[in-house]
Structure formats: structure tokens, C-alpha cells
């Protein structure tokens, strides 16, 4: 099964790329005993720098990556260490970067009127979240994404 997550809260970026690779992973538990319960309950791997919550957690027999990095390469290169692995960015395969909901391919007429005409006129393209109803397209956007899941999938 692939791994699930649960990112503290000093981990913002990575959970949103994480999601963006397609890993089911929560962020925005702010207590420290939710987060191991979570984790716990639903079989998730806690994702820290806090050494103190990733002792917890361990003691308590639930898996645990703790992070050294300050930078969101940095986690991504010790989080492929670990065994995660790290494909080619697609949105078919993404979960919604804002919250974690699965995002499936939107038919154009069904995103008239809710995005920008501009946008509407110019790309054929569309994805929406099924649970926010957030819409997304291959903009501009995703290529500034596309250049930073070349850097963080670059072999080092
Ligand atoms: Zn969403």
C-alpha cells in the first residue's frame, strides 16, 4: 500500500508537494498527542523536526520519519532516502495541493463560468477537486511547478 502521511506543522511545503506527488497526507493538527493519535489511528507515517514528537510517537510504536532539513529539496532527497518515491509530477495523479482531496478531470463546459474567460478561451484542459471544487489547469502555475519537480527529482 503506499505510504500515507501526517505532517506537523513546520512542514507546510512539503505536505503541499507531497500531495502534489499524489501522497495522501494531512497537515494543520496543531496538538502534538492529535497528531500521534491520528497517525495511530488511521496508519499514517508522522512526518517532523521535532525530536521530542518523534521520540513520542516512536515510543508509542507509531512510525516516524524525522526530518533534519530546513529546505523542501533537503526533506525530499532524506524522504527518498527512506524509501518514498518521488515520480514524474501529473495532475491525473495529484491530490489538491490546498486539501488533500482527490482531483479528477474536469470536461471543459463544466468549468465555464468559473474560471476566467481568458483561461476558458485559451486551454482545453481542467482538473477540479472533489472535495474543495478547487479548479486547476496547466497554467502558468504549473509550469513554475514543473521546474521545481525537476530540481527535486533530480538524481543527486
Ligand atoms: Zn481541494
Given amino acids: 500500500m ?11 511545503r512539503l505536505a503541499r508537494w507531497l500531495r502534489l506527488y499524489g501522497y495522501d497526507t494531512l497537515y494543520g493538527v496543531e496538538d502534538d498527542d492529535e497528531i500521534i493519535r491520528v497517525a495511530s489511528q488511521e496508519g499514517r507515517v508522522i512526518l517532523t523536526r ?7 510517537a516512536g515510543r508509542l510504536g507509531v512510525e516516524v520519519f524525522l526530518l533534519k532539513s530546513n529546505s523542501l529539496e533537503g526533506q525530499v532527497e532524506e524522504l527518498k532516502e527512506l524509501g518514498v ?10 491530490r489538491c ?5 482527490p482531483i479528477r478531470i474536469a470536461p471543459k463546459e463544466a468549468v465555464r463560468g ?34 521545481v519537480d525537476k530540481k527535486l527529482r533530480r538524481e543527486s
Avoid: H
Fill in 50 to 56: 521535532d525530536s521530542g514528537l518523534a521520540g513520542r
Fill in 114 to 147: 468559473k474560471v476566467p474567460e481568458c483561461v476558458y478561451e485559451r486551454y482545453e484542459e481542467f482538473y477540479v477537486c472533489e472535495r474543495c471544487g478547487q479548479i486547476y489547469w496547466p497554467g502558468r502555475q504549473w509550469t513554475e511547478m514543473l521546474k
Fill in 2 to 12: 503506499r505510504m500515507r502521511f501526517i505532517a506537523d506543522m513546520m512542514l507546510g
Fill in 97 to 101: 495541493p490546498k486539501c488533500n482531496g
Fill in 85 to 94: 518515491r518521488f515520480g514524474r509530477l501529473l495532475p491525473s495523479k495529484a
